[in-house]
T-cell receptor, first 115, second 113 residues
Framework: DSGVTQTPKHLITATGQRVTLRCSPRSGDLSVYWYQQSLDQGLQFLIQYYNGEERAKGNILERFSAQQFPDLHSELNLSSLELGDSALYFC??????????????FGQGTRLTVV | KNEVEQSPQNLTAQEGEFITINCSYSVGISALHWLQQHPGGGIVSLFMLSSGKKKHGRLIATINIQEKHSSLHITASHPRDSAVYICAVIREATGGGADGLTFGKGTHLIIQP
């Protein structure tokens, strides 16, 4: 158990809908990362938050947004969903904001299926 | 061309064999991470390296910064080692020094009893 909790584990929704994925980081970790894993693109970095503020952006679509709350949990909002958004979405957390000198701890992922 | 390349893509071996998985990258990096993903989907961090060699149990990871290459070795392999092994890098810090991981496509390892 990494200590990172993601909910829900599975989500099935229709095209055009909006969903929210939730992540609780390990106790004491201030940094949260969101990653998408799809069959064709593999694992891709979406966005990072550190202590409530956006820190870095990767390949995140404009239809997607995220935030980190004062209690450090984070939510990833996906809107106007398309079939191609079907993927595993991982949250990871770390103590430091920079993965050049610290380890990342991953949640179990949320499997999103858009039908 | 991907910034992070792994080989082999698939590897099947017999229990007890010595396993080597390779990772090459084309960008300057601050660190390299080795991750393990089991069939259930969860990802576990195995190592974070910026130089030299690290060992944890039967796993050994090495990195050669000059050659932009890292290897993950498994000694005395066991069926429970069957998983996807993923190499990921953090590019050299620029500006605020923040970034997410850039991933290889993974090596699918099967260890047969």
């Amino acid at each position: 158990d990494s200590g990172v909790t993601q909910t829900p584990k599975h989500l099935i929704t229709a095209t055009g809908q909006r969903v929210t994925l939730r992540c609780s980081p390990r106790s004491g970790d201030l940094s949260v990362y969101w990653y998408q894993q799809s069959l064709d693109q593999g694992l891709q970095f979406l966005i990072q938050y550190y202590n409530g503020e956006e820190r870095a952006k990767g390949n995140i679509l404009e239809r997607f947004s995220a935030q980190q709350f004062p209690d450090l949990h984070s939510e990833l909002n996906l809107s106007s969903l398309e079939l191609g958004d079907s993927a595993l979405y991982f949250c990871a957390s770390s103590e430091q904001p920079w993965l050049g000198n610290t380890e990342a701890f991953f949640g179990q992922g949320t499997r999103l299926t858009v039908v | 061309k991907n910034e992070v390349e792994q080989s082999p893509q698939n590897l099947t071996a017999q229990e007890g064999e010595f396993i080597t998985i390779n990772c090459s990258y084309s960008v300057g990096i601050s660190a390299l991470h080795w991750l393990q993903q089991h069939p259930g989907g969860g990802i576990v961090s195995l190592f974070m390296l910026s130089s030299g060699k690290k060992k944890h149990g039967r796993l050994i990871a090495t990195i050669n910064i000059q050659e932009k290459h890292s290897s993950l070795h498994i000694t005395a392999s066991h069926p429970r080692d069957s998983a996807v092994y993923i190499c990921a890098v953090i590019r050299e810090a620029t500006g605020g020094g923040a970034d997410g991981l850039t991933f290889g496509k993974g090596t699918h390892l099967i260890i047969q009893p």
